[in-house]
């Protein structure tokens, strides 16, 4: 998985900087968060809106999609469950980590496609997709720039297993 995912042993909910990711749907917390970010940037919240989906899709869909295909494991990986805490920025962008409340894996009950199709939709129907709309009214992003951003970071993902890196 990713190098920045971290066990429960990295982090303690306590830690400051860790929240968990559904207070991204809160209009204060987030707005106060693209806010800064703009701000360290200087650049205009669209900008810290499209850094937070890019550094989002690296740090939680890439090691979900990971998780599923390469470890045949599936983790709950719903808004509920997912802590993200930031582990550093720069002038040009911020960086995310994320930890996992609950490690636990969900074990294959039914078919294989349909174990599959329960993490996508938990994945990209209640967690992704809720965020980038949130995202786009906040701030007036092209939620097709949210979508697309997250689609390079899955596409060299897969390529870099594909290289075997």
């Given at each position: 998985?990713?190098?920045?995912?971290f066990?429960?042993?990295?982090?303690s909910?306590h830690?400051?900087?860790?929240?968990?990711?559904?207070?991204?749907l809160?209009r204060?917390?987030?707005?106060?968060?693209?806010?800064?970010w703009?701000?360290?940037?200087q650049?205009?919240?669209?900008?810290?809106?499209?850094?937070?989906?890019?550094?989002?899709?690296f740090t939680?869909?890439v090691?979900?999609?990971d998780?599923v295909s390469?470890?045949?494991?599936?983790?709950d990986?719903?808004?509920?469950?997912?802590?993200?805490?930031?582990a550093g920025?720069?002038?040009k962008?911020?960086?995310?980590?994320?930890?996992?409340?609950?490690?636990?894996?969900?074990?294959?009950?039914?078919?294989?496609?349909?174990?599959?199709?329960?993490?996508?939709?938990t994945l990209?129907t209640h967690?992704i997709?809720?965020l980038?709309?949130?995202?786009?009214r906040?701030?007036?992003i092209?939620?097709?720039?949210?979508?697309?951003?997250?689609?390079?970071?899955v596409?060299?993902?897969?390529r870099?297993?594909i290289?075997?890196?």
């Open positions: 998985m990713s190098s920045r995912v066990s429960r042993k990295g982090l909910s830690s400051s900087g860790l929240f968990p990711a559904r207070d991204l809160n204060q917390f987030c707005f106060s968060l693209l806010l800064k703009s701000e360290q940037m650049a205009d919240l669209v900008v810290a809106a499209s850094q937070l989906a890019k550094q989002y899709s939680v869909v090691p979900a999609l998780a390469a470890l045949n494991e599936r983790l990986f719903s808004m509920d469950n997912v802590l993200i805490h930031f920025q720069s002038r962008r911020m960086t995310l980590k994320m930890q996992l409340h609950d490690w636990k894996a969900v074990p294959l009950q039914h078919s294989r496609q349909y174990w599959r199709e329960q993490l996508l939709k990209f967690h997709s809720p980038w709309n949130y995202l786009h906040l701030t007036g092209s939620r097709s720039v949210l979508w697309g951003n997250l689609a390079a970071y596409y060299l993902a897969v870099r297993k290289a075997g890196k």
